[in-house]
């Protein structure tokens, strides 16, 4: 096939932008196909890209960046890192930091995705500024399963050697890089560079200063371990045999990095444990975290300050330098006489000791005073419940415990000293119930771990709060300030907290999903006002994506864009008829849109999940089909009569992966798992929407999966709708969340009349009839239509949506009807037999072997005629039969998931898939699409012979 066209037309794209474009071998070697060195200072030119991209030799198309393509530097996040998350995280730091909007205009700008998953973003500096050359970023150690087997054979000889994985870096002055629309054999993986946003001429210009501040962040983010002991901080000392401390030691645990640095940094953003500090006037981006590690030390990455770049600085480290110039003992003489240092160390459980004066300092009047804080209160006074924990000021301390910043500590039994429970403040702020009646208790406590102190608070079963040994165990990661020796001592005082405080501790409705509550409630979102606590951390963040942004008109104004584009709005109207399953009693069903690349597919899927949640692509409510089976459950077990959604059905490694979640789907529950008990099967409701280049159905061969999908091959903007589809996704991203609440308040108000539930499911019956057809297939298929159908109406007439509903000829013909737009099985098949008629002499056949003087024909076999019981069938190839129905128009993996349902196809259950049945011929094995006689027959019997 004849590949230069669409490359001599990027090329001319990329020429008329500026850029100099390069040829690429199609080895998989990813490299130039000419000596380009001369090309990194003079661009190509279109006379050479004529002779370079021409005639059938398949080839890549590359950039040259740097000062040649007119300044222009490549960000590229490597497939690993998208995976592991960190464009997300680079996100939430770019926008805590003020880079929000210059960030969101890269990402947005020329934006293609790798064969591997990764992003490549370009800037164009400005005022002809020097763009620096290649640079990483951001990496990590391979984990020991990445291991290559040259890798393997390299730490054997090398056992020290580091195995490194690039997850950020750039390509600049000097370097190139793979753009679309290379593919086949230009990647190693065979799969395409896809064009994802933009292009060539739409690239961002930035100032020096502000790419800079970039590579600073998404320096932050690389994960390679850093040496501990740096040059400017002194070695960490061994502790003193006596238990006491060093007033370096100490001021390391109790000082905190914004009291260290006030006046230098100000904290601008918070993600896990690393806080992201910036210049103390506001200006310029992020410089400097803390936090990375369990060391909680601080790396600067920015020049202009007292500290050196990229070194890693203890507390007392920095002080010493900022306070001291970096003398040591001058400092730990200065924090001595501050009160810091010479404190006994208490023993889990025992009184706690008195600690000896510091020198020259007065004798302590309390054996608590070296511990004092400015910000605990006196005992005398109580502990501050209110402003740390937000309870009433009427909080009590149980009698014979005490409270303050230090922790919890119980009077001793001889009332002569106290004894700790706890090493920081813990309460009981909360009790919840659920909808099936289980109790819930929410624990809070102050974590410094950060520097700074901080609330921390989880929910837990009344159950595990009531055993402590099961409590520690369960918080231990979260930072639970108690360890397992005090396990009955924290217990006791959770008791004795709660009974003291019962009626001021605030009882509430705890939700465990999102959705249709078993109250008949429904809670959209975490922002209902009913609290959310799901059972899975994966679940903690789409769950926070289900918000609101914008308003409701703005949304409705961008929807009605959408008018005229069919698929779109079949998706919003999925999005909507999510809630109305369990009232109709429906089973959870797919929705699938596939079409070629660029065309609108995935902004249709966030014009859906608009109606619900943030459909932002760095927010999590958007999944990704590369995951695994276990984990797209626990994503489906988040909502009951809410949409999810699964975008690329390309990206999945498993083909059995989907074709297992499609089974699994409709039971509305997972797989049982731990014994196979069903009360371990996670439950969902939900309309599972899915896009990709390669239609879902084409994983499956199960014989009822055409029954349980509703799928279009539709284009869902057309192929001129790219303004259209660009629109609506500024649109949703900048308004969304609303809609949803707003249809089920609506739903909610009907079901509440009289018989109002039998109404509804009184009309989605006659559009059962409606769309039910004269096949089985579309009788199966008529009430999931005719939910979507339902769904649309009832939003039109009460004017969320604002355009007419549908007509149910569109309905028919999208899912009901044989449409030629839509790669339907019959047709596909006709496109077969006549080919197979004409082209009989290429189907290798027994009397073959007789003929000596026939040969191959010249396209090669087409597949083989065999004789069973006296009847001739037919099996073809099927790469030949993908490329005869492509010619045509038509998908093979759009239609041949019907063919095995309509019984046109053999099977074979030992095969994977089993529609590829082996057969031999020309002294070949080779798996085949063998047709049944009702597939494709063939011919007279006399005339075969």
Request: charged content about 25%; some cysteine.
């Amino acid at each position: 096939m004849n590949t230069d066209a669409p490359l001599r037309a990027a090329a001319a794209e990329l020429h008329e932008a500026g850029f100099c474009v390069l040829p690429i071998k199609a080895d998989g070697s990813k490299a130039p196909a000419v000596s380009w060195m001369q090309y990194k200072m003079t661009r190509t030119t279109p006379e050479q890209h004529d002779t370079w991209f021409v005639g059938d030799r398949p080839r890549g198309i590359a950039v040259v960046y740097g000062a040649v393509s007119g300044g222009v530097e490549l960000i590229e996040f490597e497939g690993l890192a998208i995976r592991e998350g960190l464009l997300t995280e680079v996100t939430e730091i770019m926008e805590g930091s003020g880079l929000g909007e210059l960030w969101a205009a890269i990402t947005t700008g020329w934006v293609t995705e790798s064969p591997s998953g990764g992003r490549h973003y370009r800037v164009r500096l400005d005022d002809g500024a020097a763009i620096p050359p290649n640079r990483k970023l951001a990496s990590r150690l391979a984990t020991e399963d990445e291991y290559t087997a040259d890798e393997r054979q390299r730490l054997a000889e090398h056992p020290n050697a580091k195995i490194v994985r690039v997850l950020i870096e750039t390509r600049g002055e000097g370097g190139y890089g793979l753009v679309e629309p290379s593919s086949g054999a230009v990647h190693p993986s065979g799969k395409p560079y896809v064009r994802l946003a933009g292009g060539p001429a739409t690239v961002p210009t930035i100032h020096p200063d502000v790419l800079d501040a970039i590579h600073s962040v998404c320096r932050m983010v690389c994960k390679l371990p850093v040496p501990e002991t740096a040059k400017t901080a002194p070695r960490p000392a061994a502790p003193r045999p006596d238990g006491s401390l060093r007033p370096g030691d100490d001021f390391e645990a109790r000082a905190t990095w914004d009291e260290i640095l006030r006046g230098i940094f100000r904290p601008t953003t918070t993600r896990g444990s690393t806080t992201y500090w910036g210049w103390a006037d506001g200006i310029g981006g992020v410089k400097a975290t803390t936090g990375r590690d369990e060391h909680d030390r601080l790396f600067v990455f920015a020049t202009g300050s007292e500290f050196a770049p990229e070194v890693p600085y203890s507390k007392f480290g920095a002080y010493a330098l900022l306070q001291h110039g970096g003398d040591h003992k001058a400092a730990a003489r200065a924090l001595a006489h501050a009160g810091y240092g010479s404190r006994h160390l208490s023993s889990v459980g025992a009184p706690s000791r008195p600690a000896p004066a510091a020198p020259g300092a007065a004798p302590s009047s309390s054996p608590d005073s070296a511990d004092a804080r400015p910000d605990e209160p006196d005992d005398d006074k109580g502990f501050g419940y209110d402003t740390t924990f937000g309870l009433p000021r009427s909080a009590r301390t149980p009698f014979g415990y005490r409270v303050t910043g230090r922790g919890v500590e119980v009077l001793s039994t001889n009332a002569e000293s106290w004894n700790r429970v706890t090493f920081a403040p813990l309460a009981v702020t909360a009790t919840f119930e659920d909808p099936e009646g289980d109790q819930y208790v929410e624990l809070s406590w102050i974590d410094r771990s950060l520097g700074r102190p901080r609330r921390i608070s989880r929910i837990v079963s009344r159950e595990t709060a009531k055993r402590g040994r099961k409590l520690i165990e369960t918080l231990g990661a979260a930072g639970l300030p108690a360890v397992e020796g005090d396990a009955r001592a924290v217990e006791k005082w959770l008791a004795e907290f709660e009974a003291e405080n019962v009626d001021r501790i605030p009882s509430e409705q705890l939700a465990r999903w999102l959705g249709w509550q078993d109250d008949g409630t429904f809670v959209s979102s975490p922002d209902d006002g009913i609290k959310v606590d799901v059972p899975f951390e994966e679940q903690r963040g789409p769950a926070r994506a289900h918000t609101a942004k914008g308003t409701l008109d703005a949304w409705k104004a961008t929807i009605g864009q959408l008018a005229g584009f069919p698929v779109p709005r079949v998706a919003v109207a999925a999005a909507l008829a999510a809630p109305l399953l369990r009232p109709l009693g429906l089973n959870s069903f797919t929705l699938d849109i596939s079409s070629r690349s660029t065309k609108g597919k995935t902004t249709a899927l966030q014009c859906a999940l608009s109606v619900w949640a943030d459909p932002s692509e760095h927010a999590s409510a958007m999944s990704n089909w590369r995951t695994t089976l276990y984990a797209i459950e626990k994503r489906l077990n988040l909502v009951r009569g809410i949409v999810t959604v699964f975008d690329e059905t390309m990206a999945v490694t498993d083909d059995s992966l989907i074709d297992e979640v499609l089974y699994q789907l409709t039971m509305n529950h997972g797989k049982a798992r731990s014994g196979g008990a069903f009360g371990n099967m996670l439950p969902w409701e939900t309309i599972l929407l899915s896009s990709g280049e390669r239609p879902a159905l084409s994983f499956t061969t199960s014989q009822g999966a055409g029954a349980r999908i509703l799928g279009t091959t539709i284009a869902p903007f057309g192929d001129g709708g790219g303004s259209a589809a660009a629109a609506a996704r500024e649109g949703v991203l900048a308004s969304y969340g609303h809609a949803g609440p707003e249809f089920v308040r609506y739903i909610l108000s009907g079901l509440a009349q009289p018989k109002g539930q039998d109404a509804l499911k009184q009309r989605h019956r006659q559009l059962v009839e409606e769309f039910r057809g004269d096949s089985d297939m579309t009788s199966r298929r008529a009430p999931m239509v005719a939910a979507l159908a339902l769904a649309e109406t009832l939003a039109c007439g009460i004017g969320l949506l604002p355009y007419e509903s549908l007509s149910y000829d569109v309905w028919r013909g999208l899912f009901t009807a044989h449409n030629p737009t839509d790669n339907r099985p019959e047709m596909a098949l006709d496109v077969l037999r006549e080919y197979v008629a004409g082209h009989a002499h290429e189907l290798y056949s027994n009397a073959s072997r007789f003929m000596d003087e026939q040969r191959p024909p010249y396209a090669g076999w087409l597949g083989v005629l065999s004789s069973d019981q006296g009847v001739m069938k037919v099996a073809l190839l099927p790469e030949r039969v993908r490329r005869i129905l492509a010619d045509a128009g038509y998908s093979l993996d759009a239609v041949v998931g019907s063919w095995v349902d309509s019984g046109y196809l053999e099977t074979l259950k030992s095969q994977r898939p089993a529609h590829l049945v082996p057969r031999r011929f020309d002294g070949a094995r080779a798996k085949c699409l063998a047709f049944t006689t009702s597939g494709i027959g063939f011919g007279d019997q006399d005339n075969v012979a």
